[in-house]
């Protein structure tokens, strides 16, 4: 079954290679999407692809890369989109 989630992470996760970690384990779990930081400090995720794997990244995102420290995760279903690729954005 295919799933589509957009998550908010909140807490020290800009500076801390988030979006590099977000990226590769999203390649690994053949996710796509994005993931950017957003001006206000938190980071968002747009992840699609089979519900197992989407789960996996959602995972992910609540324990973070070595340096991060997660205060919160926020996690709304999203309509698929069926993106062919995951990529880092910048704003």
């Known amino acids: 079954m295919k ?3 957009r ?4 807490g020290t ?3 801390v290679f988030f979006r590099q970690f977000i990226k590769e384990n ?3 779990e053949n996710v796509k ?4 930081n957003l001006d206000d ?3 968002e995720v747009f992840a699609e692809g089979d519900q ?3 789960d996996k990244l959602i995972e992910l995102c609540r324990k973070g890369p070595k340096h991060s420290q997660i205060r ?3 996690v709304k279903e999203e309509k698929f989109q069926d993106m062919k690729e995951f990529k880092s954005l910048h704003i």
Do not use: D, P
Request: charged fraction near 30%; avoid cysteine.
């Open 3 to 5: 799933k589509a989630a």
């Open 41 to 43: 400090g938190r980071v």
């Open 72 to 74: 919160s995760v926020e």
């Open 52 to 54: 197992e794997n989407v």
């Open 13 to 15: 996760v800009q500076g």
């Open 26 to 28: 999203a390649e690994r």
């Open 33 to 36: 999407g994005f993931v950017r």
């Open 7 to 10: 998550l908010y992470i909140e």
